[in-house]
Structure formats: structure tokens, C-alpha cells
């Protein structure tokens, strides 16, 4: 059965359902809340942490594999230091109960931690496996965790960081494009499958931020629309947490170059291809 013509059927009766499930939004206040962060031990994660103490969370957990630069960070923002490989699934499960056990259930989950690895369809498979646990089974073991039980009491947020890229791919890296657009894939299937239990849902989507994976990004990344602030970025997502959305995106022309790629693939194919001529001349 073909389920698409029910839900975007031109009804009366389906439009004002469309309508009220659009003024469904959960919000999510950070004050007094326990938020976790993974990818936390600088850039965005770190941002990010800052941002969410700032706010007056109770209890902001830093989870990282960069242990030396994780205390760091902890100690510099006053959150807790726990390290994780987010790849490993018993290590997510022991980043959530550790948490719990010291501040208690988690509301906010930001599942942040990404990596940039340039390569083609001819990358090798251990890249290409690396880059899907890291963008993708990441959040799958977060989820498998919190999602149960924020779904039982009624409240929770749940973020995932993925890309731009994960909308309009990317000219120098075919396993980061892939991971990324499987990240949001997860994150709309969260949203439709937990949105009704009152958990919140969001993919944050940026383009260029400054961090130390871009500082020495050139070419490809320098083409993208200018560069932000993790600060920036961290008010993207308070905001979002504060108004329920789902697409978190700093740079907000993302949305108009997703529109301009759906309403014509043939066209926006061309442009990136142009855009990659640009960039090898570069």
C-alpha cells in the first residue's frame, strides 16, 4: 500500500491534519536540564558545551576519544569529562549510564562527533566503514539507548549533527556526502517514528564553521557560504531546542539550495559539476 497519496492527499481533512501535526513542535528549555555532548573536546562540541552551561543546564557531560583535550575542555568549561568512541556501542552505553549516574536521566542529547576524510568510490573499505559507524551507527547506539526512555516519560531531545553536505553531497568526498545524508535519513526517521511521545528531534546541517578540522581546509571548503563561529553556531541551536524545529542550519541559504536541487536534479547536477571543474583549477 501506497502511503505517500494518504498522508499528501489535497483533502480538506488531510491538510488540517498536516496543520496541526506542523504546530506540534516539542520544546526543549536547557535550564535545569542534563545534556550530553559527544565530539566535545573542541570545535563545535565544545561550543556547544560552553553554550549549554551558559544556559544554566544542571549537568553537561564531554564525551571525546581525545582524552588529553577532552580534561582540558571539561576543566574549562565546568562540565564532566567522559571519554567515549561513539563507534563503540558499549562505549555509548557507558557514556548515557555514567551520566545518569551522576546527574540523573539525560534530557538533551547532542550527538555531535564527525570527522572530514577526503576520497572517491575508490576509498578504501576500512575509510568507507570508519566514516558509517562515526556519521551514522553513532547515533544508532545513542538512540537505541535514550530513545525508549525519553519516549516512556514524555520529554527528551535528541540531536544529531550531521552536514550540509548531507543535502547537496560534496565534490571532494564521497564517504563524508554518504554518512552525513544517511544522518539525516536516521534523524527524519526519529523525529517521524518519537515525535508523537514528545521527543524532540533535530539534524543540524552547517556549512563552513571555524574549527581546527577546516583551519586547514582549502579549495573545496573555501567555495562554501562563508565561514561562521562555533558561537554562532551553538545559538542555532538553543533556538531550535527553544522552538521544537527539526533542521537546525547556521547558514540558512542551505534550505534555498535544497529547494533549488529538488524543483530541478538535472540542473543542480550540472552546477556541481561546475563546481568541481572550479575547484581542481583552484
Known amino acids: 500500500m501506497d502511503i505517500f497519496p494518504i498522508i499528501l492527499g489535497q483533502r480538506r481533512t488531510d491538510i488540517s491534519i498536516l496543520t496541526v501535526l506542523q504546530h506540534e513542535r516539542r520544546k526543549m528549555k536547557i535550564e535545569g536540564k542534563v545534556a550530553v555532548v559527544t565530539g566535545a573536546a573542541g570545535g563545535i562540541g565544545r561550543a556547544l558545551v560552553r553554550r549549554l552551561v551558559r544556559e544554566g543546564a544542571k549537568g553537561v557531560v564531554l564525551a571525546d576519544r581525545a582524552t588529553n583535550d577532552l580534561t582540558e575542555a571539561a576543566a574549562a568549561t565546568g562540565g564532566l569529562a567522559i571519554a567515549c568512541d561513539v563507534t563503540r556501542e558499549s562505549d555509548v552505553r557507558a557514556l ?3 551520566t545518569e549516574d551522576a546527574f540523573g536521566q539525560v ?3 547532542i550527538s555531535n562527533a564527525g570527522a572530514y576524510v577526503p576520497g572517491d568510490e575508490d576509498a ?3 575509510l568507507w566503514t570508519g566514516l558509517w559507524n562515526l556519521h551514522l551507527m553513532a547515533h544508532v547506539y545513542a538512540a537505541r539507548d535514550l530513545m525508549p526512555k525519553m519516549a516512556a516519560r514524555g520529554s ?3 540531536i544529531v549533527t550531521s552536514s550540509a553536505a548531507g543535502f547537496l553531497s560534496h565534490i571532494s568526498s564521497a564517504p563524508y556526502a554518504v554518512t552525513k545524508n544517511a544522518a539525516i535519513a536516521f534523524a527524519e526517521y526519529l523525529a517521524i517514528e518519537h515525535g508523537e511521545r ?3 528531534v533535530s539534524v543540524l546541517c552547517p556549512q563552513r564553521v571555524r574549527t581546527p578540522m577546516t583551519e586547514n581546509l582549502s579549495g573545496s571548503a573555501s567555495l562554501a557560504d562563508g565561514m561562521i563561529e562555533p558561537e554562532e553556531l551553538a545559538t542555532s541551536v538553543v533556538e531550535a ?3 521544537g524545529q527539526f533542521l537546525i542550519l547556521p547558514h540558512p541559504t542551505v534550505l534555498e539550495y535544497l529547494q533549488r536541487k529538488t524543483a530541478d536534479y538535472d540542473r543542480w547536477l550540472r552546477g556541481m559539476r561546475k563546481l568541481r571543474t572550479k575547484f581542481r583549477k583552484s
Do not use: C, K, R
Open 241 to 243: 531546542l527553544d522552538s
Open 124 to 126: 578504501p573499505d576500512d
Open 198 to 200: 514528545n521527543v524532540q
Open 107 to 109: 534530557d538533551i542529547f
Open 96 to 98: 548515557i549510564a555514567a
Open 156 to 158: 527528551g531531545a535528541f
